[in-house]
């Protein structure tokens, strides 16, 4: 599943992120991190379900 949840991250990072946490502080990071450039939010993503 983890691979699943990275492979949506690298597409659309801020699903990536709500479908490991929900709506949380991370979630509206990643929300501000594609709006400012898709690399950081992608890398984000990546991160949060790494770690998780």
Do not use: C, R, S
């Not at 983890?2 to 509206?28: Q, Y």
């Amino acid at each position: 599943m983890d691979i699943l949840k990275i492979i949506i991250a690298i597409l659309l990072p801020p699903l990536g992120v709500f479908l490991e946490v929900g709506i949380t502080g991370a979630f509206w990071l990643n929300i501000l991190l594609t709006i400012l450039g898709f690399i950081p939010g992608i890398i984000h993503a990546i991160w949060v379900i790494a770690k998780n």
